[in-house]
């Protein structure tokens, strides 16, 4: 009779399992890591882990970790709900087109918008408020929020914003505050807690802002529509040439998969 070689079915079985930690267990791993550190005070990047299409991907903090600073990422995973957001720190001459195919769709949005793109564009501002759209804090000059630690500084910047926005539209901004690159820390987020902020970072996001480097029209669909997910708080940038020529297809193949649009004040409430 052969002898069974355990030796060998061992080192089998840590083969397959180092296979495994290279492939999607190794994000999970640098996942769990990368919350335990959340909470320590210094500069944080917002970071997303995605292991299966159609699924929510880790981020390196939780909601339930997040809340306790009134900040969120996602909303509800059992819900087809997606909360479309779109960054803008300047205007490049493709928000019209933007705002034109959530015209169509009858699609309400959140705009996180910088001092500049308020000055220098304030026709398009008073079109988003017009048309049913939130606007809010992408603060005044959109600095690595993250190297601010007073609270003076920090309202600073977000105060500054407000009162353009008001000079502006003559309304008050509402109280959403996205940190600049995603760019953050502990302080931060009870700081603009302080100041009765709530604070939103993203579910999905794809690399969109270069003006020099724009996704094809495949390679936009591959990541917004591969890995949309339930809950998704989408971030698109107004200055990319590709979401301006893309999106209303992009609503309209969202709607055929089955998923509706939701508001930020939504997860609030």
């Given amino acids: 009779m052969r002898r069974i070689n355990y030796r060998k079915i061992i080192m089998y079985i840590f083969l397959l399992a180092f296979i495994y930690f290279l492939g ?3 994000a999970m791993l640098v996942n769990a890591y990368e919350r335990d550190i959340l909470l320590e005070a210094g500069e944080e990047n917002w970071g997303l882990g995605f292991s299966a299409e159609g699924q929510p991907p880790a981020a ?3 909601a339930d ?13 059992s819900k087809k709900v997606i909360y479309l957001t779109f960054d803008a720190g300047y205007e490049n001459g493709y928000t019209t087109a933007i705002l034109d195919a959530l015209k169509k769709h009858n699609v309400s949005v959140t705009f996180f918008l910088v001092g500049n793109f308020i000055t220098t564009s304030p026709d398009l501002v008073k079109r988003m408020i017009a048309e049913g759209h939130h606007v809010a804090n992408h603060t005044s000059t959109h600095p690595n929020m993250s190297n601010i630690s007073t609270m003076e500084a920090f309202r600073k910047e977000l105060e500054a914003l407000e009162k353009v926005y008001e000079d502006t539209t003559g309304q008050k901004m509402i109280k959403y505050y996205r940190p600049p690159q995603g760019k953050f820390s502990e302080d931060n987020l009870k700081m603009a807690k302080e100041l009765g902020y709530k604070t939103f970072f993203w579910s999905l ?5 270069y003006n020099d480097k724009q996704p094809t029209k495949e390679e936009a669909f591959k990541k917004l529509l591969g890995r949309i997910h339930p809950g998704a708080i989408v971030l ?11 999106l209303d297809e992009l609503l309209t193949k969202w709607k055929e998969m089955g998923y509706t649009f939701g ?6 409430q």
């Fill in 60 to 62: 390196n903090a939780t």
């Fill in 24 to 26: 999607g267990g190794i």
């Fill in 205 to 209: 996001a794809y690399v969109d802002w």
């Fill in 236 to 246: 698109l940038h107004c200055t990319s040439k590709t979401n301006s020529e893309i």
């Fill in 263 to 268: 508001a930020l004040e939504d997860l609030v």
């Fill in 65 to 77: 970790e997040l809340k306790q600073y009134d900040a969120y990422y996602i909303g509800d995973t």
